[in-house]
C-alpha cells in the first residue's frame, strides 16, 4: 500500500513546491538589503519602509481597502436578501435561480470583465447622449462608480453560496411561529432568522472582500481613467523592472487574503462542528 501512495506523496509535493516556491521567493526578497532579486544581500525593513512613503502606492492601496469595505457591505446585503428569496421560492424556480447563480462563479474573470465593460460604455453612452444629460448637466463616466458596480456583481454570488446553507438548517416554520407570538415580519427576521443565518452572512461578507482586495481583471477591464487598484498598480509597476517595493507590497496583500481565508475556513469548520454535536445531541440514539 505504502509502494502506492510514495508516487502520490511526491507527485503533491511537487505540486505544492511548483504553486509556492515563488511566493516564497517572493516574500524572502522582500526583506533583501539589496535591490536585486537574485543576489541576497542581508535583511532589511527598508522597502517595506519605502513603501509607506510612495504616494501613488498608497494611493491605491485606500482606493483598493474603501471599495473593498463598500462592495462587501453592498453585496452581502443584496447576497443575503437574494439568498432568503430563493430559499422562499418553489423547488424548481429555485434550482433554477441558483444555477443562474453559479455561472459567474464558473465563467472566466476576463469574459466577465469584457462583458461588464461593454455593458457600461454601453450605458454611459446612452445616458450622455439623453435629454436628461442635458437637463443636469451631468455626464457619466467609467470611474469608481463603475468599478464600484462590478464588484458589488461579482460579489454578490458568493454571498449567496454562503447565507444559502445556513437557511437549509433552519426550520422551516420558525419564521411563522415567531409572527404568531405577535413578532411583526422585520422584527421576526432581525430577532429570529438573522441570529440563525450570522455565520454565514460573516462568512460572505469576509470571501466578498478577499475577492474584492485581490480582484485585477475585472478591474482592469472597469476602473476607467484616474481610479486605480493595488492589482492594476501593481500589473502597471512589473512592465518595468520589479523594485523592492513591489516585493514588499505583493507580501503584505499576500498574508491579508491567507489570514482572510484561514479566518473563513476556521469559522466553517467551527460550524460544521458545532452542527454535528447538535444532531448527535437531537439523536443520541443514531
Same mark, same amino acid.
Given at each position: 500500500?505504502?509502494?502506492?501512495?510514495?508516487?502520490?506523496?511526491?507527485?503533491?509535493?511537487?505540486?505544492?513546491?511548483?504553486?509556492?516556491?515563488?511566493?516564497?521567493?517572493?516574500?524572502?526578497?522582500?526583506?533583501?538589503?539589496?535591490?536585486? *532579486?537574485?543576489?541576497?544581500?542581508?535583511?532589511?525593513?527598508?522597502?517595506?519602509?519605502?513603501?509607506?512613503?510612495?504616494?501613488?502606492?498608497?494611493?491605491?492601496?485606500?482606493?483598493?481597502?474603501?471599495?473593498?469595505?463598500?462592495?462587501?457591505?453592498?453585496?452581502?446585503?443584496?447576497?443575503?436578501?437574494?439568498?432568503?428569496?430563493?430559499?422562499?421560492?418553489?423547488?424548481?424556480?429555485?434550482?433554477?435561480?441558483?444555477?443562474?447563480?453559479?455561472?459567474?462563479?464558473?465563467?472566466?474573470?476576463?469574459?466577465?470583465?469584457? +462583458?461588464?465593460?461593454?455593458?457600461?460604455?454601453?450605458?454611459?453612452?446612452?445616458?450622455?447622449?439623453?435629454?436628461?444629460?442635458?437637463?443636469?448637466?451631468?455626464?457619466?463616466?467609467?470611474?469608481?462608480?463603475?468599478?464600484?458596480?462590478?464588484?458589488?456583481?461579482?460579489?454578490?454570488?458568493?454571498?449567496?453560496? +454562503?447565507?444559502?446553507?445556513?437557511?437549509?438548517?433552519?426550520?422551516?416554520?420558525?419564521?411563522?411561529?415567531?409572527?404568531?407570538?405577535?413578532?411583526?415580519?422585520?422584527?421576526?427576521?432581525?430577532?429570529?432568522?438573522?441570529?440563525?443565518?450570522?455565520?454565514?452572512?460573516?462568512?460572505?461578507?469576509?470571501?466578498? !472582500?478577499?475577492?474584492?482586495?485581490?480582484? !485585477?481583471?475585472?478591474?482592469?477591464?472597469?476602473?476607467? +481613467?484616474?481610479?486605480?487598484?493595488?492589482?492594476?498598480?501593481?500589473?502597471?509597476?512589473?512592465?518595468?523592472?520589479?523594485?523592492?517595493?513591489?516585493?514588499?507590497?505583493?507580501?503584505?496583500? !499576500?498574508?491579508?487574503?491567507?489570514?482572510?481565508?484561514?479566518?473563513? *475556513?476556521?469559522?466553517?469548520?467551527?460550524?460544521?462542528?458545532?452542527?454535528?454535536?447538535?444532531?448527535?445531541?437531537?439523536?443520541?440514539?443514531?
Amino acid at each position: 500500500m505504502s509502494k502506492h501512495r510514495t508516487p502520490s506523496r511526491v507527485f503533491t509535493a511537487l505540486i505544492y513546491l511548483f504553486l509556492y516556491a515563488p511566493i516564497v521567493l517572493l516574500i524572502v526578497f522582500s526583506f533583501n538589503a539589496e535591490r536585486s *532579486n537574485r543576489v541576497w544581500g542581508g535583511f532589511s525593513l527598508e522597502w517595506y519602509g519605502q513603501l509607506f512613503q510612495n504616494d501613488r502606492l498608497l494611493g491605491a492601496l485606500q482606493t483598493t481597502v474603501i471599495l473593498s469595505v463598500l462592495a462587501a457591505v453592498i453585496a452581502t446585503i443584496l447576497g443575503t436578501a437574494a439568498a432568503i428569496g430563493f430559499y422562499s421560492m418553489r423547488r424548481r424556480a429555485r434550482g433554477v435561480c441558483m444555477s443562474i447563480n453559479n455561472i459567474p462563479l464558473t465563467n472566466a474573470d476576463i469574459i466577465t470583465g469584457v +462583458s461588464m465593460m461593454l455593458l457600461f460604455v454601453f450605458a454611459i453612452g446612452l445616458f450622455n447622449d439623453s435629454f436628461l444629460s442635458e437637463v443636469l448637466g451631468v455626464r457619466w463616466r467609467t470611474g469608481f462608480g463603475t468599478l464600484l458596480l462590478a464588484h458589488i456583481t461579482f460579489n454578490a454570488p458568493y454571498v449567496i453560496l +454562503s447565507v444559502m446553507p445556513r437557511l437549509r438548517q433552519l426550520d422551516p416554520n420558525i419564521y411563522e411561529a415567531a409572527q404568531d407570538l405577535g413578532a411583526s415580519g422585520w422584527y421576526a427576521f432581525r430577532k429570529v432568522i438573522l441570529p440563525e443565518i450570522m455565520p454565514g452572512v460573516l462568512n460572505g461578507l469576509i470571501i466578498a !472582500f478577499t475577492m474584492s482586495i485581490d480582484d !485585477f481583471v475585472i478591474s482592469y477591464f472597469t476602473k476607467g +481613467s484616474g481610479v486605480t487598484t493595488l492589482a492594476v498598480e501593481i500589473y502597471t509597476a512589473v512592465k518595468k523592472p520589479v523594485t523592492p517595493e513591489i516585493n514588499a507590497l505583493s507580501t503584505l496583500m !499576500f498574508l491579508c487574503v491567507l489570514t482572510l481565508l484561514l479566518i473563513v *475556513n476556521i469559522r466553517q469548520a467551527r460550524q460544521e462542528t458545532a452542527a454535528a454535536r447538535s444532531k448527535a445531541k437531537l439523536n443520541p440514539g443514531n
